[in-house]
C-alpha cells in the first residue's frame, strides 16, 4: 500500500506541474489506455515476467491517470473506483462471500444484467477490435436462441455470403463489395463461435504466423543475395512454402 500511495503522490505531482500531464483529458488519454492494453496482451504472449510486470504497471498507471483526473472534476477517487469494485466483486461472488451455488449465482447475475438493459446488445463496448465487438454481439444474439443449430448451416452461410460478393464484384461498386466482405466476416466470426474459438485470437495468432514467415522469407532472399522485389511470384512462394515447413518445425521444436 505503501508504493500504492507513493504512485498517487506521483501522479497528483505530475498533474499539477508537468505540462504534458496537466494537458491531458480522458478523451486524449484513450489511445494510450489501448495502446497498453495490447502492449499488456503482447507481454503475456511473450511468456516473460519482467515484461508482464513493466505492462501492468503501464496500464495501473492509465487507471490512475483517468481516477486523477475525475477527482480534479470532483467526480470521483481511486478510492471510490476501488471500492465499487470491491463491492461489485462480491455481489457477483456470493457462493465465495455467502452460500450460494456458483451455477445458480451465474445464472442469477446474468439474469439481473438483462434486466438492467433496453437491448441485450447493450454493453458491448463500440470500441473492442471489430472480430471480437462481432463474436460478443453473436454471444448475445444466441441467449435468446438466435443461432445456427448445426455446424452445416454455418458453412452454408458462408457460401451464401461468398456468392454474394461475387455478384458484388459483377455489380463493380466499392459500397457493395465492402457491404459483403462484411457480412463474409461475420459468417466467419459464426463459424468460430460455433467451433469454441476465439476469433479475435485466431486472428492475432495467423498474424503472428504471417509476420514470422514473411520475416524468414526477408532472410533467405538476403541469403541469396537478393530482394524479395527482385524476385518473381513464383520464387517468393517457393519461399513462402519453406517458411510454412520452417514454421511447423520450430513450433514442434518448441
Not at 466482405?181 to 459464426?190: N, Q, R, S, W, Y
Not at 514470422?212 to 532472410?219: A, I, L, N, S, V
Request: glycine share 4%; hydrophobic share 35%; proline share 2%.
Amino acid at each position: 500500500m505503501e508504493a500504492f500511495d507513493e504512485l498517487l503522490r506521483i501522479m497528483e505531482e505530475l498533474r499539477r506541474n508537468c505540462p504534458w500531464d496537466r494537458a491531458q483529458t480522458h478523451e486524449s488519454l484513450k489511445r494510450y489506455l489501448i495502446e497498453e492494453s495490447y502492449e499488456l496482451v503482447d507481454a503475456i504472449d511473450s511468456a516473460d515476467d519482467s515484461k508482464l510486470k513493466e505492462e501492468l504497471g503501464d496500464l495501473l498507471l492509465q487507471v490512475v491517470f483517468h481516477s486523477q483526473i475525475a477527482k480534479e472534476r470532483g467526480s470521483f477517487s481511486i478510492e471510490d473506483v476501488i471500492r465499487e469494485l470491491n463491492k461489485k466483486l462480491v455481489d457477483r461472488h456470493p457462493h465465495v462471500f455467502g452460500c450460494e451455488r456458483a451455477e445458480e449465482v451465474l445464472k442469477e447475475w446474468e439474469e439481473r444484467k438483462l434486466k438492467s438493459r433496453d437491448s441485450l446488445l447493450d454493453g458491448v463496448p463500440r470500441s473492442l477490435p471489430a472480430l471480437m465487438r462481432s463474436q460478443k454481439l453473436q454471444d448475445r444474439a444466441s441467449l435468446v436462441g438466435f443461432d445456427f443449430e448445426r455446424i452445416e448451416q454455418v458453412f452454408e452461410k458462408i457460401d451464401e455470403e461468398l456468392k454474394e460478393l461475387r455478384e458484388a464484384m459483377a455489380i463493380g461498386t466499392k459500397e457493395a463489395v465492402e457491404h459483403e466482405v462484411g457480412d463474409l466476416l461475420t459468417a466467419t466470426v459464426e463459424l468460430a463461435r460455433f467451433l469454441g474459438i476465439d476469433a479475435e485470437l485466431a486472428l492475432q495468432k495467423a498474424n503472428s504466423r504471417f509476420e514470422k514467415r514473411f520475416r524468414y522469407m526477408e532472410r533467405s532472399a538476403k541469403g541469396m543475395g537478393k530482394s524479395l522485389r527482385e524476385m518473381t511470384l513464383e520464387e517468393m512462394e517457393s519461399l513462402w512454402l519453406k517458411a510454412k515447413e520452417y514454421d511447423y518445425k520450430d513450433d514442434e521444436g518448441s
